[in-house]
């Protein structure tokens, strides 16, 4: 990447640069001879309620004085088995779980879930619910990346970010609640649409966000980009080669700064993304420094395609017109036979579905996020709800990014790979 | 009133029950597959492994296989040439109820010819085992667990194959099967009972166990010793 033009080292490895040259390390080496210690590995256990883990994990070290040398990382503490409680629910009735999968980026979990249910089910959304759900998606990209940031940068002793990331965080979460209601429970899409449209004079919301946010954004960037000490917590830390990253699964920046130009919105377009103008950065390295200037980027891009987005943003209606999928409005239900006949079915039967699966991958704010869904002929319930976690196959990785790192390292690799449970552990 | 709250409980302790009349979306069923490069390729290589094409939601094929030989298969659509899926993006397991069996599913991703595939082997009530592919795709290891943990297939030659979301004591069975009621099996008291255990072999599993303890000791030793004098 272009942007890195500070290469630190700060004595941990003095013999070896970023590119296999050899760097003068500013720490002269010395020679103590190695006292002859026990050297029995030792067994520590970091959380399941501990901050630096991103709630609730819990890993398990085997340490070699201050080297990990295995982590065993034990997931399972959020579970709530909504792929289950989907089963009992119809199509739109599950909706509400999703939001409370990845509580960092909800609008992008509720818009996947029901665009996997339209393609299963064949309907095609009108233009300016497209545009809306883009825009949904785009802000919560911005929104997960920016929790991300500050919490990073708290984890290597950054204070100031985290203030700044979460005071922007805070007009993404009012533009929420001005759209849905909810600040984190977004629960806003329907099959064949949206739960409303947006609300009077809320793009002008949007417009002063993008007005002001990419200053925050500079000013993160001079404050971490080329911070010695960032650098040197990051630079060379967790690294692994584009092959072994995409055998191991991974998907999303972590993917992206191993050098791989994969993306979902590029490589299997959705709501028209190939016709937006955005690029998709990619590292070098494939190490923690790498991640962060991937995500860095991405949310500047984001910012380019909400500007897109908020320009074409077309009129007319946001639900699909079909009595069999939208709710009538509830005007029509309280004077309209026909209209109130619809409601009570779609109700009370829901909406039903042709046999069949159907996998959709999206790009989420945390890699690759894919909903699989399996119904029986005219049933309006899933008979399979599965997510495919990105950050679930993203941490599987980091017993292997860790070995022979030192415990803060470990810390920093487990921030790097932007993890959050709820969804891990569903 | 009160028959149909009863109904909506019942349904909770029973588990889902899907109706009979439903079909085996597979049924041996062939769609056409011209399209498709891979799944043509699939037909001419292994003829008689593959037991099924569709294709569902517009584009999306879907190859049903032989269950004993999808180590083989996934293998050639990983290394040939003109399929390279170098990606797997998700491994799943569906429960259909009513006896059926249950179907194991691959989702394929090549990054280099950017297609995708799904492929799904099924596996009888009685013989839930398969294959583990975590020697093609380091990916599977954590998603075989999964499906592991929730459906009960067992995969061969699986390095480290332990419940991942469910306690690795959890003695109530596979949650995602559709005859695993939705409150679990054993009675609330039990599970919080379950849940409140304090013993460290609840903690830790019998590998860190070993671990952690300490050679002079027989049983590693618990925080609490100094509060109880």
Known sequence: ?426 | MLDETKTGLDAVEGGPQLSEKSTDSSGGKMDDPDGHPSVIALFSQFGDAVSGHRVFAGTQHVVWIDSARNLEILSWLREQQDHQYDMISDITAVDYGAGRPIEVVYQLFSTVHKRALRVRCKLPLDGLEIDSIVELWSAANWLEREVYDLFGVTFRKHPDLRRILMPHDYEEGHPLRKDFPLRGRFSRAEQTRRALDQSVEHSYIAEEMDLGRDPQQATPIIGTKDRDE
């Open chain 1, 1 to 426: 990447m272009s942007k890195r033009t500070v290469e630190f080292n700060v004595g941990r490895n003095p013999e070896m640069g970023v590119d296999g040259s050899v760097v003068d390390s500013p720490i002269l080496p010395f020679d103590i001879p190695e006292p002859d210690l026990d050297t029995e590995n030792m067994l520590i256990n970091i959380g399941p309620q501990h901050p630096a883990t991103h709630g609730v994990l819990r890993l398990v070290c085997e340490l070699d004085g201050e080297t990990v040398k295995r982590v065993i990382p034990h997931i399972g503490y959020l579970h709530s088995s909504f792929e289950k409680l989907g089963e009992y629910r119809t199509w739109n009735q599950v909706v509400p779980l999703t939001d409370r999968m990845d509580y960092l980026a909800p609008l992008i979990y509720n818009c996947a879930y029901v665009m996997t249910v339209e393609k299963l089910m064949g309907i095609e959304v009108t233009e300016r619910c497209k545009v809306v759900r883009v825009i949904c998606m785009e802000m919560d990209r911005i929104f997960s990346h920016l929790l991300w940031l500050g919490t990073t940068a708290i984890d290597v002793g950054a204070f100031t970010p985290f203030l700044y990331a979460f005071q922007e965080r805070e007009r993404i979460y009012q533009l929420h609640e001005a759209f849905t209601g909810a600040r984190i429970t977004t629960s806003a899409t329907r099959v064949g649409g949206m739960m409303a449209d947006l609300p009077e004079g809320w793009t002008d919301g949007l417009q002063d966000f993008l007005d002001t946010f990419p200053d925050t954004l500079e000013e993160i960037d001079r404050l971490l980009t080329r911070n010695q000490i960032h650098i040197g917590r990051s630079q060379g830390i967790g690294a692994i080669s584009a092959e072994d990253a995409i055998n191991s699964g991974f998907t999303g920046a972590n993917l992206r700064a191993c050098g791989v130009d994969y993306d979902v919105r590029k490589d299997q377009p959705y709501y028209d993304y190939e016709t937006y103008d955005f690029e998709i950065p990619v590292g070098q390295h494939g190490d923690c420094y790498d991640r962060y200037l991937c995500r860095m980027e991405e949310m500047r891009q984001s910012v380019s395609l909400l500007r897109q987005a908020l320009e074409r943003l077309p009129g007319g209606p946001i639900d699909v017109e079909d009595p069999n999928i939208s709710l009538p409005s509830k005007t029509d239900c309280m004077s309209d036979m026909e209209s109130m006949i619809h409601h009570f079915k779609l109700i009370t039967d829901g909406i039903p579905a042709p046999e069949g699966d159907c996998y959709m991958p999206i790009e989420g704010s945390k890699g690759e996020l894919g909903m699989y869904i399996v119904a029986e002929e005219g049933g309006t319930k899933p008979v399979r709800w599965r997510i495919r976690p990105p950050s679930l196959v993203n941490l599987s990785v980091l017993p292997k990014l860790a070995e022979e790192h030192l415990v803060s390292d470990l810390i920093m690799i487990n921030a790097s790979l932007d993890i959050v449970l709820g969804e891990i552990d569903r």
